[in-house]
């Protein structure tokens, strides 16, 4: 059984910084791409970052890039996501993926595997 298990989420300021992880279990970790999503209340999930499975390519979104910043570390089974200077618009749950689809973005329907997510709320 495959698990993905988010952590790090929590409230904090604008300008502030959080680190999410994301603990997998029950797959062969390096060998799949990792990616994070977010949802924010009323839209759509949406693409944040990938990493391939060596950690040797990294994406991020328009969005995010320049504040966010996604890692992996294999001997753990875990990726991270830290994000520096947090803004209220980035207020939402973020979701970590697992996807064996090669690319720079990580769409959804690429995603084998979701954890269950983690709030993250930034106040202005």
């Known amino acids: 059984q495959v698990t993905l298990v988010e952590s790090g989420g929590g409230l904090v300021q604008a300008g502030g910084s959080l680190r999410l992880s994301c603990a997998a279990s029950?797959?062969?970790?390096?060998?799949?791409?990792m990616g994070w999503f977010r949802q924010a209340p009323g839209k759509e999930r949406e693409f944040v970052a990938r990493?391939?499975?060596?950690?040797?390519?990294?994406y991020t979104a328009d969005s995010v890039k320049g504040r966010f910043t996604i890692s992996r570390d294999n001997a753990k089974n875990t990726v991270y996501l830290q994000m520096n200077s947090l803004k209220p618009e980035d207020t939402a749950v973020y979701y970590c993926?697992?996807?064996?689809?090669?690319?720079?973005?990580?769409?959804?329907?690429?995603?084998?595997?979701w954890g269950q997510g983690t709030q993250v709320t930034v106040s202005s």
């Open positions: 993926a697992a996807s064996l689809f090669p690319g720079t973005v990580m769409t959804a329907p690429q995603v084998a595997y």
């Open positions: 029950g797959l062969t970790f390096s060998s799949w791409a």
């Open positions: 990493i391939s499975w060596n950690g040797g390519s990294t």
